[in-house]
């Protein structure tokens, strides 16, 4: 992987009742960040199952300086988590990625390299390109995905094939710019996102990823988010 002294990567994970996924995510983005500086930010919106105790275990670990607890009272949004984790990032660049395991931190230095060799501004993981996929999912479940990006891709023209993806990395000045005049909530925030960054005219390079479905835990995703999905996307062919 290429060494880059200079940068330093503050990574950025919401969790709500994430107990069982956290202590393992952690670790494996140590295990594949070996040779990059980076911090983990990890927001969490008052779980009730203890995720916070356990983040404060790895703290005990790994250190408070790599591992940031930057809590909130109770759930609030994944936007807005994003908004609160950027104000306690001291990296020049900013990953947003989940924590339930669907986004694997093995992937991390491929974003890394891609953005190193092009210089883009946003490096994404994307499902729908050669060598990305999902792994887990119903056939209902992928179909529903699949429609989401196409009918996204029809209206929109963005220019990127995974539109409602959340594996990212962006610049941080970048997303700083992107974040303030974004205004949806839940699941189409990373939709407008990238909506938004292809308008402003940014740099955005791809890398394929295996999406894998949540290990532990329940899925958030249900009825009302596609609801909320179709208002979004009929809000941002309106505005962009």
């Not at 990567?9 to 709500?16: A, G, L, R, W």
């Not at 140590?30 to 275990?57: A, N």
């Not at 491929?110 to 390109?129: D, P, W």
């Not at 925030?189 to 295996?210: L, N, W």
């Amino acid at each position: 992987m290429v060494k880059e002294k200079k940068n330093k990567y503050s990574i950025i994970v919401p969790t709500y009742n994430e107990r069982l996924n956290i202590a393992l995510i952690v670790y494996l983005i140590f295990k594949h960040l070996r040779d990059v500086d980076f911090e983990i930010i990890i927001v969490d919106d008052g779980s009730p199952d203890g995720t916070q105790e356990v983040v404060k275990q790895l703290q005990q670990v790994y250190g408070e300086d790599r591992i940031l607890l930057r809590p909130r009272a109770k759930k609030l949004g994944l936007g807005t988590a994003y908004i609160h984790g950027l104000k306690h990032v001291s990296g020049n660049f900013v990953v947003i990625m989940d924590a339930d395991l669907s986004h694997h931190p093995k992937y991390l230095p491929s974003f890394i390299k891609k953005q190193l060799e092009t210089g883009a501004s946003i490096v994404t993981g994307t499902r729908y390109v050669k060598g990305g996929g999902v792994h887990g999912w119903n056939l209902m479940r992928k179909l529903t995905s699949r429609g989401a990006n196409v009918l996204a891709q029809t209206l929109l023209w963005p220019g990127v094939s995974d539109l409602t993806g959340s594996f990212r990395l962006y610049k941080k000045s970048v997303l700083e710019d992107i974040i303030s005049s974004v205004v949806s909530k839940g699941y189409v925030f990373q939709m407008e996102m990238i909506v938004r960054a292809s308008r402003k005219g940014y740099h955005i390079e791809e890398v394929p990823i295996t999406f894998v479905d949540r290990v532990f835990g329940s899925s958030k995703l249900g009825g009302s988010e596609i609801v909320e999905y179709l208002k979004g996307l009929a809000y941002l062919l309106v505005t962009t």
